[in-house]
């Protein structure tokens, strides 16, 4: 089904300035988008509409035609990895940072440790639940960080610039999971600059000008070959 459709979309923040304007996207069950553009032409402002943050988290005003699937608004619904994860940490130990986000899905214990057991088996750090991920590597951080996501069983899992802060191996770690997640057919929505290992895992791309439009969309292939 169609998760996600906007139509003529205009986001403007409190200062009225429209950070986005006349956006057209929709994301369909199972797809994985690539979202590029230079930086600050509104790609994570509209991935944050996708998620629900805006209005609700983010004040900004939205106008022009929002349809958003019902399931999108269950509690852990949609996953929303930032470029820092330490920044979305609040717990120590590895465990009780899964354990944080699941409490809200109202799972009974058993429910909650094979989640978390299984989503940081998912990501490679299987056996890590009681370490301190403050001794982790960026690396281990932000595989951590999407194994938070995974352990909710998003049914849209947004990664937003995750490899930003990551050296070349580390980055390298987390492309190959959102590969690994693309097979599986989880619905993606990826913003990542070094997008060039990404692209035959991603099944659109969305290109953004930086006046905030829409400059190109379609497949893959077509929107590469005509850039
Ligand atoms: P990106 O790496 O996506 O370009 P930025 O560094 O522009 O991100 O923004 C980092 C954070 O600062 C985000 O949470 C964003 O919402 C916020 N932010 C960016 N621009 C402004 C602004 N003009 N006023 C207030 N917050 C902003
Ligand atoms: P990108 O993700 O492509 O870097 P953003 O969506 O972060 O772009 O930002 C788009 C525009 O909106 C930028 O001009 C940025 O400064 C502005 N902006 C982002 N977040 C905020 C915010 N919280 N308040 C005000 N302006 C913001």
Redesign the pocket.
């Known amino acids: 089904p169609c998760l996600l459709r906007l139509r003529g979309v205009d986001i403007a ?3 009225g ?1 429209p ?2 304007s006349g956006i057209d996207f929709e994301l369909h069950q199972g797809e994985s988008v690539l ?1 590029l ?12 509409l996708c998620a629900g943050l805006i209005p609700e988290a ?1 004040e ?1 005003k939205v106008t022009g035609e929002v349809v958003r699937h019902p399931s999108l608004d269950a509690p852990g619904a949609v996953g929303y990895v930032f470029q820092d994860p330490d920044a979305q940490f609040c717990m120590l130990r590895v465990d009780d940072e899964m354990a944080f986000g699941l409490e809200n899905q109202g799972l009974a214990r058993a429910e909650m440790a094979e989640r978390i057991r299984g989503s940081l088996a998912q990501v490679g750090l299987a056996g890590q639940e009681r370490a301190n991920h403050a001794v982790f590597s960026g690396g281990m951080k932000q595989k951590l960080a999407i194994a938070c996501a995974l352990a909710m069983h998003p049914r849209l899992l947004i990664l ?1 610039e995750p490899t930003a802060n990551l050296d070349p191996l580390a980055t390298r770690q987390v492309f190959t999971e959102i590969a690994r997640l693309a097979r599986a057919g989880q619905t993606l929505l990826v ?1 990542e600059h070094k997008f060039d290992a990404l692209l035959p895992w991603m099944d659109r791309v969305v290109l ?1 000008d930086a006046a ?1 439009r829409v400059h190109r969309a379609g497949p893959t292939a077509e929107v590469i070959r005509e850039e």
């Open positions: 923040y409190e200062d300035r950070a986005v979202f553009g230079p930086s600050g032409c509104g790609k994570s402002t509209v991935a944050m983010v900004a937003d913003i953004f905030g």
